[in-house]
């Protein structure tokens, strides 16, 4: 059983720059692609960023493409979300979670493992 918990989140002014981090249990991280979500009040949950196994492949939702990175340490079990240039329309809990499907899709009911989630707030 994968189990992920995410750190990093805070508030932050706009135009500022915060990392997320998501460190993983067990010896299987290396198996999965993961993605990073967000879910802003009274919205649906939606995707972020999403990265191979092997960190080479990654994949962005065009709100956020040129601003945030997603990486990987395998060596650490973690995953990474760097986000720059953040706006206040980016305020949300960021929850990272493991693809359970091996297709390169960035649909949330693909995803599982879900962590508790991280709370970022940009004010303008």
Known sequence: QVQLVESGGGLVQARGSLRLSCAA???TFSSYAMGWFRQAPGKEREFVAAISRNGIS????DSV????TISRDNAKNTVYLQMNS??????????CARRIITSA?????DFG??????QVTVSS
Request: net charge positive.
């Open 58 to 61: 990654t994949y962005y939702a």
């Open 105 to 109: 899709t960035t649909r949330p009911a």
């Open 65 to 68: 493409k040129g601003r945030f």
């Open 113 to 118: 493992s879900w962590g508790q989630g991280t």
């Open 25 to 27: 249990s067990g010896r």
């Open 86 to 95: 953040l706006k206040p329309e980016d305020t949300a809990v960021y929850y």
